[in-house]
């Protein structure tokens, strides 16, 4: 598996540079994303981050699926970031024409949902005690933001008195993606309040104050 002994993904990260440098050898630009293993929630596997350049996978996923599906889902992601680093309109390219025609391209099966046989574990929702128990394995630095939940699961909590930053986002694309599996839309709008790393403090250890 790609995972080695300190909990890191070297193997994972040098397959995704093999294959942003196939890219450019076929004609694309690409600048290689940042690729974060972390637990993504719903039903996705792993989701394209546009603006800050960043894949982000499930880290159950990674643990535990076959190599093989593996890399066809960092293959599905790093299109996205091909599509959207070479897409000279105005408009979002989501899982269009582009897309597929990249993701065959990079070896890829141009498929917008997964066919494999991994199937997520049930969420088990925690309570805020087992969440302010959770104890951080990264610096908060890692992320750009997070909502109050994110943070807490990342084993940090806001810092009392903070104030969270509203961001509300509207979509329009030919295939804008909603949150239940299987349906899209031509619009769809989202919204969430963030706190960013230099609001947030580690949670305690228990016992500890």
């Known amino acids: 598996m790609f995972k080695d002994d300190n909990g890191n ?4 990260e040098k397959e995704l540079m093999k294959l942003a440098q196939d890219a450019r050898e076929l004609g694309y630009k690409v600048t290689t994303p940042d690729l ?4 993504v929630y719903g039903n996705k596997l792993a989701y394209y981050q546009h603006g800050s350049n960043k894949i982000v996978m499930h880290d159950h996923f990674i643990d535990t699926a076959d190599e093989a599906e593996i890399e066809q889902i960092l293959k599905h992601e790093l299109a996205h970031a091909i599509a959207e680093q070479n897409n000279e309109t105005k408009k979002r ?6 897309w597929k025609d990249i993701l065959s391209a990079i070896g890829g099966d141009p498929e917008r949902y997964y066919k494999g046989s991994y199937t997520k574990p049930v969420h088990v929702k925690k309570s805020m005690k087992e969440l302010y128990s ?3 394995k990264h610096p908060a630095n890692r992320w750009d933001h997070g909502t109050y939940k994110q943070w ?3 084993g940090y909590h806001v810092i009392k008195g903070q104030k969270g930053q509203l ?7 030919n295939e804008y993606e909603t949150d239940t599996d299987g349906k899209s839309s031509e619009w769809g709008r989202a919204s969430a ?3 960013t790393p230099e609001q947030v403090e580690a949670n305690t250890p228990k016992g500890k104050e």
């Open 152 to 154: 807490l699961s990342r």
């Open 93 to 98: 390219i989501w899982h269009g024409q582009a």
């Open 167 to 173: 961001a509300v986002w509207e979509f329009s694309a």
């Open 36 to 39: 974060f293993v972390d637990p």
């Open 9 to 12: 993904y070297p193997d994972l």
């Open 134 to 136: 959770t104890l951080p």
């Open 193 to 195: 309040v963030y706190f």
